[in-house]
């Protein structure tokens, strides 16, 4: 019995060691190839464009350019240029000329400014540092036994007269994935996480952020006062 045992015993050992060492490498893998399917999805119908005009030309280069693999990666890097050219447009007064413009255009386009509004508002309070207003919250999801990290994006009154507030929950390690929950404030657990460190937190599955928690069965209201400045 002890000779069968220990055999046992080492390949279960083993395997929960390959697997511990495997599993940081698969998340790193599945969120890389999600920016990268995601960026090389914006710039292939260009890519794609180039590579055809340039088969009017010469049509060996191009039929060797066409290929799925090729078209991704120089997909993915074009779409890295195309960023990095906007990010460094928009700290120029030209830039942000052009951008303020594109912004008015978008606002007065029915539908499209509905949802172009919500998400450029979402992608500023990430951007942003809190300033003083706190936004990383714990809330009870998804049961009141548990909890999920959650950034609060604003809050306002129902019809009963309580403050509710609007917690976006992103999903480990996709963190554009989420809920969005409405929870009373009162039930909100602040922390003094920055959003690097939470997203951290997110998108390592926990493995990755600050070494204490804030008191989880606590009653933080004083705490989440000041996310009321969000909605302004």
Known sequence: MTTVAA???????YLITGLLAFIPVWITWVVFKFV??????????????II???GLGAPQAAQALHRDWVVSILAFILTLVALYLLGWLS???????ILGRVDRLLERLPLVHTIYGGVK????????KPGGT??????????PQLKSVGF???????????EIAAVYVPTTPNPTGGYLELVPTERLVATDWSM?????????????????????????????????????
């Not at 990268?36 to 464009?49: D, K, M, N």
């Not at 700290?91 to 000329?97: D, E, F, H, L, N």
């Not at 706190?134 to 998804?142: E, G, H, S, W, Y």
């Open 7 to 13: 055999p046992e015993l080492h390949i279960k050992r």
């Open 36 to 49: 990268f399917t995601l960026l090389a999805g914006v710039g292939a119908p260009l890519v794609t464009g």
């Open 52 to 54: 055809e005009l340039i």
């Open 91 to 97: 700290t120029r007064v030209i830039g942000r000329r």
């Open 121 to 128: 508002k979402l992608m500023t309070l990430m951007r942003n």
């Open 134 to 143: 706190q936004r990383v919250v714990l809330i009870d999801f998804p049961s």
């Open 152 to 162: 609060v994006t604003r809050t306002f009154i129902d019809a009963a007269g309580r």
């Open 196 to 232: 690097d460190q939470a997203m951290a937190f997110i998108v390592s599955g926990g493995a990755v952020g600050p070494e204490q928690l804030p008191d989880v069965e606590g009653t933080p209201a004083r705490a989440v006062q000041a996310t009321d400045r969000i909605a302004s």
